[in-house]
């Protein structure tokens, strides 16, 4: 199928590794050109070879902070435009809500509610002039069913989620959509710091750990970036028009209510 892309520009943030890599590999697939950003200059750039050999879009990367209005500007600047915008951030530490400070909940208000704000704000209205934008932002299944030791998480993203539940339908008339994307279980670097602190707080080895948090998915395994990519870019796509403000719940099973 073709999902009426190819062309397009988009930021794909944090992207360097993990689910924000599955989103820029699935959308260079489609033939969409790519800023791909990350803090980290080496992994990126590599990131951004294998991107350009496998798809041969234009993949432009940008180092920097995407939580900083420096970081911001870097990356918006380095595409004609933004058609499509998948917002993306590393969660917030686990821990004990007890433990955490005013400071700890203002960075992760910053990081995952506040910045994709910020970035949306900076392209919608491009987006509203050209007919087209797509806007995805990588939350988490915590904003449906809550984690204990992911507080800083739940509550920065149940945030943005309000926000989008509002602004995703205002937009919907003029081809610019805005969905959530909420991954469960995925085989990723910041699942495994989740599962070490589990393992720690438990007293238990993190292979025991790591065995326990897949036995409590239906699916039976962990959730690979390739297809949690692929669907990033189904709402990215022209066959995704009528879909917005949704929260696209990806966690194989796990998640056990109706709604």
Not at 135 to 144: C, E, G, H, Q
Not at 159 to 165: E, K, Q, R, S, V
Request: aromatic share 6%; hydrophobic share 40%; proline share 4%.
């Amino acid at each position: 199928m073709d999902f009426g892309i190819r062309g397009r520009w988009a930021l794909v943030c944090a992207s360097s590794k993990g689910l924000g890599y599955g989103c820029a590999r699935a959308l260079a697939g489609e033939g969409v050109n790519l800023v791909i950003n990350a803090r980290s200059v080496d992994v990126l750039e590599q990131a951004a070879e294998r991107l350009r050999a496998e798809a041969g879009v234009e993949v432009r990367a940008v180092a920097c902070d995407i939580t900083t209005e420096d970081g911001r500007a870097q990356a918006l600047a380095a595409a004609p435009q933004i058609d499509i915008l998948v917002n993306n951030a590393g969660g917030p530490p686990p821990g004990d809500f007890r433990n955490f400070t005013r400071d700890d909940w203002i960075k992760a208000i910053d990081a995952n509610m506040l910045t994709p704000i910020e970035l949306i704000k900076a392209t919608l209205d491009g987006m509203l002039e050209r007919k087209f934008g797509r806007v995805v932002n990588i939350t988490s299944s915590a904003v449906k069913a809550p984690i204990e030791i992911l507080g800083l998480s739940n509550g920065a993203r149940a945030g943005l989620t309000g926000f989008i539940a509002g602004i995703g339908r205002k937009t919907a008339a003029h081809n610019v959509t805005m969905n959530n994307l909420l991954p469960g279980v995925f085989d990723t670097d910041r699942l495994r710091a989740t599962i070490s602190t589990m393992a720690k707080n438990s007293g238990i080895e993190f292979e025991e750990a790591l065995k326990r948090r897949v036995s409590s998915v239906p699916a039976g395994r962990l959730g690979t970036p390739e297809e949690f990519g692929q669907a990033c870019a189904y709402l990215c796509s022209m066959q995704a028009s009528y879909v917005t403000g949704q929260n696209f719940l990806i966690d194989g099973g796990a998640y056990p209510g109706t709604f």
